[in-house]
């Protein structure tokens, strides 16, 4: 096992924190969405070849990963990091604010990538690990579906590149810059998308009883949606249905033919995750018909329940409470109502998704006013260093 004090610090990353940022922030400028992210991808690559990595490019799309060996032993690990931004037009006013009108990151994914890049960056002169390291660039974790996780697995991203186990960061508002979270088991929720289209007959405003009205219809459904998860799941277990969408017409003095609707629906267990499909489609389909309409359900499956392995999540528990102290370590966070497709990863190796305080007060993920913490960087980076020289240890002599 490798001595104390020849593991990372917070320190031994303040050399290049200045470098790092500046790749933050051009990232930042420059954010490309979900499949989109050449640009990005190029510049990593690019970065990680510069400091001695072997380059793997064009997996499921931008992804790419960087492996770098040192030792001799078979042990391996892997680090993700996502890099996508999100279709939303920046209001931060920041000096390195985006200059895509209507593009920006809005969650963290610069950062995530930059936290990163410092770990390989400072691997890759300290070499103090016994192993392979694979960092895993992963493009279009905002897809919701068809994933860039799912596309980096169907280019055999585990044949490939071999991970005994693998890692994850995502950065968290509200909480102190610095202060990692963690919880074993499940984590995130399963994430499912559901379209409704209600067919009824359209009709002059003034000739009601003429018509089906959709709008009726909908504004009915919404109502009886929130009995599915009230008179339907386990007030022990947690689940949210969340009408998104509702449109229907285009004039006040004509009853539309049909109206649309979105829902989100999240949960935490499969079964759960079944029985809200159940219920959401009998309710919606014998609703509709009670009006006399018609309902078409597409009901799209998203983003699996993310579950950490108990022994990889103490393990990286461990690592943090060495790094920054019990006092910045909350060991039990609760679970949390967003999706992450990391979960695709966990369901093929152990491993933990962990999160890591973006500081109070700070707006939130998917927010026009959003920044990521440049502080966490020489943090976040110091941390994926000492799990690397934790997991591949170099003997002693």
């Not at 949210?240 to 006040?252: F, K, P, R």
């Not at 909350?330 to 497709?341: K, L, Q, R, V, Y």
């Not at 109070?360 to 690397?388: C, T």
Request: a negative charge.
């Amino acid at each position: 096992m490798s001595h104390a004090n020849t593991l990372s610090r917070v320190a031994d990353l303040e050399d290049i924190k200045d470098e790092i940022v500046g790749i933050r922030r051009h990232i930042h400028q420059h954010p490309e969405l979900s499949f989109q992210e050449a640009d990005t991808a190029a510049l990593v690559a690019a970065r990680l070849e510069e400091w001695g990595y072997a380059v793997t490019r064009n997996i499921g799309g931008n992804g790419l990963v960087g492996t770098l060996r040192a030792g001799s032993a078979t042990r391996s690990i892997g680090l993700r990091a996502d890099m996508d931004a999100l279709p939303i037009a920046e209001e931060t006013g920041l000096e390195w604010a985006s200059r895509k009108h209507g593009t920006m990151h809005a969650c963290g994914h610069d950062g995530h990538t930059a936290m990163l890049l410092g770990a390989a960056r400072h691997l890759a002169r300290t070499r103090n690990f016994d192993g392979t390291l694979n960092l895993i660039f992963q493009p279009a974790e905002e897809a919701g579906f068809d994933s860039g996780a799912q596309k980096m697995l169907e280019d055999r991203l585990f044949e490939r590149f071999p991970c005994d186990a693998v890692f994850g960061i995502h950065n968290h508002p509200g909480v102190a810059a610095g202060t990692f979270m963690f919880r074993s088991g499940p984590f995130m929720a399963a994430c499912d998308t559901v379209k409704i289209r209600l067919t009824g007959r359209g009709s002059h405003a003034a000739r009601p009883h003429q018509s089906v009205d959709p709008i009726v219809v909908a504004a009915s459904l919404v109502m009886a949606l929130q009995t599915v998860v009230s008179r339907n799941v386990d007030p022990m277990e947690t689940a949210v249905i969340t009408v998104g969408t509702l449109h229907a017409g285009n004039a006040a003095n004509v009853i539309p033919e049909y109206a649309t609707m979105e829902l989100s629906v999240r949960s935490f267990k499969q079964e759960v995750r079944e029985l809200l499909e159940q219920r959401i489609r009998a309710l919606v389909e014998t609703h509709a018909a009670s009006y006399g309409a018609r309902a078409d359900i597409d009901y799209l499956h998203g983003y699996p329940v993310l579950v950490n392995s108990d022994a990889e999540t103490e393990f990286a528990r461990s690592v943090a409470v060495e790094l920054v102290g019990e006092d910045k370590v909350i060991p039990s966070f609760g679970p949390i109502a967003g999706s992450e497709d990391f979960a695709y990863f966990l369901q093929q190796r152990p491993g933990c998704f962990l999160r890591v305080g973006n500081g109070q007060g700070q707006p939130m993920l998917h927010n026009a006013g959003y920044d990521f913490n440049d502080e966490n960087i020489p943090v976040g980076a110091a941390y994926w260093s000492r799990l690397v020289e934790r997991w591949l240890p170099v003997k002693p002599g």
